[in-house]
C-alpha cells in the first residue's frame, strides 16, 4: 500500500496547519464560482436567478459573488478566465451533474498547474491526489 503524503502550510493568523485541498475549497473554488458568476451575468445576460439554479446556489449567495463580498481573494491568470469562460458557456448546455463537477475539478486542476500555489503560496504546493505536478 502507498503512503500519500500532503504538503501542509503553516496558517500563520490561525495558528493550525492547512493542506492544500483545504486552501482550495476555502479560497480558489468559491473564486471560480464567482467569475463563473460574473461571466453568466456579464457575457451570457443570465438574472441572478438563473445563475443561482445554473450553480445549485442560494440568490443570496450569488448576490455576494457578484458584489465581490465572497470568493474575491483571487486573482486568476487570463488562461484561467479563458477556462472558466468555456466552461460557463458548457453549463447553459443544460450538461448533466457528472459533466458540471468534472468541470469544476477540471478548472481546479487547471489553476494547480497553472502555478498560482507557487505564485501566492510558494510554501504550498499541488495535491498530490487530484494535482498534476507538471504547471502550464
Known sequence: ???????????????????????????????IRAEIARVLFSEHRCTQQEI?????????????????KRGAEVDFSEDVHREIRKFSARLLKEIDQKEQIEGMCNICRYVQRSGW???NLPEAVSCSLCGDKEQI
Open 117 to 119: 500555489f507557487y505564485k
Open 52 to 68: 443561482a439554479e445554473i450553480l445549485c446556489l442560494s440568490r443570496a449567495a450569488v448576490s455576494q459573488y457578484m458584489s465581490e
Open 1 to 31: 500500500m502507498k503512503i500519500i503524503r500532503k504538503k501542509i502550510k503553516f496558517d500563520m493568523e490561525n495558528g493550525f496547519l492547512k493542506t492544500t485541498c483545504e486552501i482550495m475549497v476555502q479560497k480558489v473554488l468559491p473564486a
